[in-house]
């Protein structure tokens, strides 16, 4: 390529042993020009492997900059967001077509959504455990639906140490046939129930149609798998997963899902009823961001799951499982990414708080990296998410729009006068120029500690609003076909009374492209009758384009 | 089967929602005695898929428990091991031949081991990553002596989404070659190195002799990747590496390893030095518990990875590669586990702490309760992992056996006098019987919790001085080939002056079935002669037969 890269994350993010001379210069004016990256959809998008160039071969790599602007959100969303993902460095394009590496950046994302569910999975009775990721293909036939539903995706290991297998193994495209099939020699009595796991895994789904994180040949997740006693009991524990998701999207990633069923025809391959959340991205397409699925006794009658009850009775158990992946954090890139590039919500920003020392003089150097060391060591002391770029490579210009493209939620500068009145100033990345900048914050550690966590806190509360505004403005109500195909044509999510079967449904996205994304949990009062046949209907559904 | 079962894990470990009608009785004397359960090794060792029997249908289940004692280790330690795991339900083999489900209990170790890693790996300057598992057949290629180790032991997926593939894919036995690859993409300059990442991940390797934990199809890891500008630095990377194991290993796991580096012959496929952790199991067998390989240029050659210098010269980097598995938490089983089953290090131990409540008479109960539950408060309000077993359907007996067999490394027990005197009862699980049992600890809080941190470290470094004087009394001394197969026969470890060639070291494997374990690091000063050749040698190697 022979293009400009971004300094790798590692030596950006590490302690900095690269001080070298030229002083850095502190810019007036700056936009947001980034060096040139080649864009995430031009590469390897076939499996042929191509030997990346190698520069002009004379060293001249990093000094040959050329600026970059990303494609504006609204000019290309799609382009847009292949940008942010490159430049940020979230991920890469494996060499397998469909394939992702998840980039130190975009993982640590990843790594604060498990951190999180961890704690919620242990606290709500759940252990973790693992499968292995290969099953007999025989297990996948076993439930009728669920084969329906998976074969078509599925990627077969057909050999082994050098010989043809007899029987070929599927790589898990979710595992619900194998925890079956371990479930039914664990459970006896009831007992043993409720029974409930999850794991953090991989899993294989071959798409024909991938988008980095969005959706990817493989991708990592956590698939909650439970067993009980009582159909009720199986109920409560779709829903309480439901709702822990709920909670995740709204208090951590500041999206504010819509959580509801899904309609039969969009109920997961194998499950007696699906929840889901619904999120509304930038460009107003819908993203399903979570599911939990109560599956009755789908699996446990296919798999003979069963337990002898308090009367001596042999009963088949009532099952759920529940997953959310990968995909989230492509949610959180499409829900909060402006023209600037990322924007992260404080709660899952793997950094929070960039601090940028600014220095003209070599004399004025050593004062503001002092203090700046300084205020970095009381921010982590609390608890806080914080580095510091003192690179002299890079001016702070380039600085503040490097890590306003990579989403990080403050950012401290620390100049000369700053050190003589003990004072530094604070930007917000969600609200753009002067207006997001306060000047004159004292360095008194409880002071400054307190001021920033209640900035962050501030950030975070401020996404989940606009975000929510825009969805609430993006959602009509319609009360007939023609209205919600208005609604769809104008890009926007349509909400109306349903209560019409899989073939109007069918109708629906043939002529508009929008599916039903659920019946949302909350349901406006009083009669309703269906937009399609006028019919009484007891819901209304939501219905959207989607990813 | 219709054979007995142990309760579930999530009905023990979970809040007691089970407490029933007739009183525990505490018996005045135990052993091991536990419920039946299908031994280990019995199970689906073919890729058939059996349908489990289901009992007795009526319900007896668990009231027709029959006793079973845990082969003893010094009978059959094979047997030994796959009880222990089976009993203590650390795990139990998946439906595909050499596969394992790694449970609960067993997968909260491996949890343990993550989370200490997870530190020390950002501590010495490491991202966490996350590569695609497929990997494109022609990679594999790429190394030549990387291709001859593991192409044997491939998995190959040959049909995606139901088309046969082009290019068949490898499941990745370790991710050298997908990590050069990338790596040849993110690295320019030398101010892109060094980039220092790890990837927590499943891995495949078709082996034909599995043994759960120990050698499996598939298993758990954790493989770091650097790339760096010198082999000054890289060599610096692989030994920083494997001391951080090896310090692991003493502080965390109390197995006091041999760190060294491998003969030549046992070097890791494309490594230019292997550097290992040897540890002595139960048996005297040695584990290679943590690698940690200098992989020189063999792979930046073999992909280009290539970086411009200070000079403007074009250099391939120098890597490393370093990795420890779930194979760990075999080792740990088979290094302290006794007769009595499983016996954990407190600092890997899922549960540290068990109150066994004791009581006979209904009255008694409610006291003995309040005190149980309010001493397991002021423990997990000290970081103490914790757990009651308060279940009214065992004997307080049985749970003895049990918390022993299940190898927690404390326990407690309150019964009625002790809730009259504010005392309770500790015993240590590495003491057996009176010896290890205090009487008469006081309830009071701070005391109480001194006490218990106190006992946990001193369990903790009982159990390193332990497996360090049995590791210490089964090496000798060796200084001719005689000596060496006399030690080997023996069961032992032989550590002599070595400077012989692969040959004879091939001839030592073949005549005896011990392999060079490592040259350690520690060596003995002064001159020194080859056991083999009688040569001049600078190092002696230790020799064992190997897991």
């Known amino acids: 390529m022979g293009a400009l890269r971004l300094p790798a994350l590692t030596s950006i993010f590490t302690s900095s042993s690269s001080v070298r001379s030229s002083p850095a210069i502190f810019p007036l004016k700056h936009r947001l020009r980034l060096p040139l990256r080649r864009p995430f959809s031009a590469q390897s998008t076939t499996e042929k492997v191509v ?144 029974l409930m796991i999850n794991q953090w895994a991989n899993v294989t789904r071959w798409e024909m149609r991938t988008k980095p994180f969005i959706r990817t040949l493989e991708f990592l997740w956590q698939e909650g798998h439970t067993a009980h006693a009582t159909a009720e009991e199986a109920e409560e524990e779709a829903m309480q997963m439901i709702d822990v998701y709920t909670k995740f999207a709204y208090e951590q990633a500041a999206i504010p899902v819509i959580a509801g069923r899904k309609s ?28 939990s699925h109560n599956l009755g006794q789908n699996f ?39 023209d600037a590039g990322l924007l992260l919500p404080p ?46 490579q890079r001016t702070p210009g380039w600085k503040f ?17 700053d050190v003589s009145s003990g004072t530094l100033v604070i930007s917000r990345r969600d609200v753009p120029g002067k207006q997001g900048k306060v000047f004159g914050i004292s360095m008194e550690p409880s002071a400054l500690v307190a001021y920033v966590k209640d900035k962050l806190n501030e950030v975070q509360s401020s996404l989940l609003e606009r975000a929510t505004n825009f969805r609430d403005s993006n959602i009509m109500d319609v009360s007939s076909y023609d209205e919600l195909k208005d609604a769809i044509a104008q890009g926007k999510w349509a909400r109306g009374p349903w209560s019409a079967g899989d073939e109007e449904e ?31 209907a007891d819901e209304v559904a939501i219905f959207a384009k989607s990813y």
């Open 51 to 194: 030997a990346p160039e190698l520069g002009d071969g004379k060293g001249k790599v990093v000094d040959k900059e050329k600026d970059r602007v990303i494609t504006p959100r609204s000019q290309d969303f799609n382009a847009w967001y292949l940008d942010v993902i490159a430049n940020a460095e979230l991920a890469d394009y494996g060499p397998v077509r469909g394939t992702m590496v998840i980039r130190p950046y975009g993982y640590a994302i990843w790594e604060a959504i498990q951190e999180y569910m961890n704690v919620k999975f242990k606290e709500t009775g759940h252990s973790n455990m693992y499968f292995p990721q290969f099953i007999p293909y025989s297990f996948i036939e076993k439930e009728a639906s669920h084969v329906e539903g998976f074969s078509p995706e599925l990627a077969l290991v057909t050999v082994g140490g050098g010989k043809e297998l007899e029987e070929k193994l599927v790589v898990r495209p979710t595992s619900e046939t194998i925890v079956n099939h371990m479930f039914t020699q664990w459970i006896h009595s009831y007992r043993d129930l409720p």
């Open 264 to 291: 039969r025809v969009e109920t997961f391959a194998g499950a007696s009823t699906t929840y889901t959340i619904e999120a509304m991205m930038g460009d107003r397409k819908a993203l399903q961001a979570g599911t």
């Open 300 to 338: 446990s009658r296919a798999f003979g799951t069963q337990f002898t009850d308090e009367n001596g009775q042999r009963q088949h158990v009532w099952q759920t499982s529940w997953a959310i992946s990968t995909r989230f954090v492509g949610g959180i890139i499409m829900t909060h990414g402006d």
């Open 347 to 392: 709660r899952l920003a793997p950094v929070q708080v960039i601090i940028v020392p600014i220095w003209k003089k070599d004399n004025e150097k050593a004062g503001v990296l002092t203090a700046s060391s300084s205020v970095k060591e009381t921010l982590q002391a609390a608890g806080i998410k914080v580095k510091i770029d003192d690179s002299d």
């Open 401 to 417: 729009n490097y890590y306003e493209m990579k989403g990080v939620p403050l950012r401290i500068e620390i100049g000369p006068r």
């Open 506 to 536: 069918s109708k629906v996205k043939e002529e508009t492209g929008a599916t039903i994304r659920c019946f949302p949990f909350e349901q406006p009062e009083g009669p309703k009758k269906c937009l399609m046949t006028g019919n009484s």
